[in-house]
């Protein structure tokens, strides 16, 4: 609770005194020890552990937001309702591709997974994705991440992304974020 105290008040700027803290176990012999780290009032005993805000600290705007980040994490839930194991599945073979490259193919990943290439690609299509769409989603974060790298040229970028050509490079961002590499790579500066 100390380190989402920590956070919430990062992103209030100040200490956050009208919040409250639930415990769920009775009150220690040490409880008033807890005035001193907590910046807003302490209950005990109570049904189940919280943090209580108030309802205004939903308006405030939270200075880490990421618009980028904020997509893949609905992307994310949007395959939420899938069963476990292909949530297994998916986080496996992301997992590979980020590990071993986007020159990964299908069929030596299947060989690390230890199935056959139809039955991968099978179950990621049961799974409400394919190799090609987590290939894609590789390349898009690191695409991301080489673009704030303001030592590399765009031009670099889409090469080390595997990228021959950089108009296909130029297209992929088209597709990934709505613009161009350099107007993306100008967008993240400018909210940074």
Known sequence: MLSTQGLVESILGRQMHEARFEFSYPAPAHARRYEDYFHAPVRFACREPAIVIPAAWLQVECPLADPTLFE??????????????????????????????????????????????????????GAGTSYRRLLEASRKMQAEALLRDPRLDVAEVGYRLGYQDPANFGRACRRWFGMSPGRYRGRVRDEG
């Open 72 to 125: 893949a994490a609905l992307g994310s839930l949007a395959v939420a309702d899938r069963r476990p194991d292909d949530d297994v599945l998916v986080a496996r073979v992301a997992q590979l591709i980020g590990a071993r490259g986007e020159r990964l193919r299908i069929g030596e990943a299947s060989h690390l997974m230890r199935t056959s290439r139809r039955t991968l690609a099978r179950r990621l299509l």
